[in-house]
Nanobody
Framework: QLQLVESGGGSVPAGGSLRLSCAAS?????????MDWFRQAPGKEREFVAT???????TYATSVKGRFTISRDNAKNTVYLQMNSLKREDTAVYYC???????????????WGQGTQVTVSS
């Protein structure tokens, strides 16, 4: 069974940077169609942030495009989210997820990590 563990969260001032990591164990994550990052702010629904598919193609949410970079290291079974120029509205719990199936959609079955807190202060 796949297990995902996020790390790298913390508190930073606005304009700062953080790099999140998501380490997979139990199964090789390159077997999954895509690896995603989502986030959930207090009182809000979980929202999509970025995805990197098995073929290397990437999609970002409009709100993070140009500031966040998703990448993966298949040898280390790890996916990363480099976050630059952070804003207060980026404050949330960030989750990584492995997409099951053969296509990508928000309704796909996913395996989730436990999340890591990111807090951006003004």
């Amino acid at each position: 069974q796949l297990q995902l563990v996020e790390s790298g969260g913390g508190s930073v001032p606005a304009g700062g940077s953080l790099r999140l990591s998501c380490a997979a164990s139990g199964r090789t994550f390159s077997n999954y169609y895509a690896m995603d990052w989502f986030r959930q702010a207090p009182g809000k629904e979980r929202e999509f942030v970025a995805t990197i598919r098995r073929d290397g193609s990437i999609t970002y949410a409009t709100s993070v495009k140009g500031r966040f970079t998703i990448s993966r290291d298949n040898a280390k079974n790890t996916v990363y989210l480099q976050m630059n120029s952070l804003k207060r509205e980026d404050t949330a719990v960030y989750y990584c997820a492995a997409v099951h199936g053969t296509t990508w959609s928000l309704s796909d079955l996913r395996s989730w990590g436990q999340g890591t807190q990111v807090t951006v202060s003004s």
